[in-house]
Nanobody
Framework: QVQLVESGGGLVQPGGSLRLSCAAS????????MGWYRQPPGKQRELVAT???????NYQDSVKGRFTISRDNAENTVYLQMNSLEPEDTAVYYC????????????????WGQGTQVTVSS
């Protein structure tokens, strides 16, 4: 069993900052890509940022320059530092990871966290 547990959401004023964390645990051999997605109220889930095991990153255009994704491979943890938050960033944020469960197979499986609410409002 693999679990992704997120933390760090909350209520923040426009212009403020939050840091999200997501820790993966369980029968993990290795973690390939980790990422953050979000689902704004009444909208579909969308990609926010991803990071590969070697450190390469990818961001949604609307968060470039404001959000930073990072990971600690030793701790199987991914972070999302969110600065200059805007009301449009309000959403449930989900952690995502592509995980290999065995050294004998190259197959990876996609796991999701339970989501954490981020609300940007004055």
């Amino acid at each position: 069993q693999v679990q992704l547990v997120e933390s760090g959401g909350g209520l923040v004023q426009p212009g403020g900052s939050l840091r999200l964390s997501c820790a993966a645990s369980g029968s993990i051999f290795s973690i390939k890509t980790m990422g953050w997605y979000r689902q704004p109220p009444g909208k579909q889930r969308e990609l926010v940022a991803t990071i590969i095991s070697g450190g390469g990153t990818n961001y949604q255009d609307s968060v470039k320059g404001r959000f930073t994704i990072s990971r600690d491979n030793a701790e199987n943890t991914v972070y999302l530092q969110m600065n200059s938050l805007e009301p449009e960033d309000t959403a449930v944020y989900y952690c995502n990871a592509h995980i290999s469960l065995s050294s004998s197979s190259s197959a990876t499986f996609r796991y999701w966290g339970q989501g954490t609410q981020v609300t940007v409002s004055s």
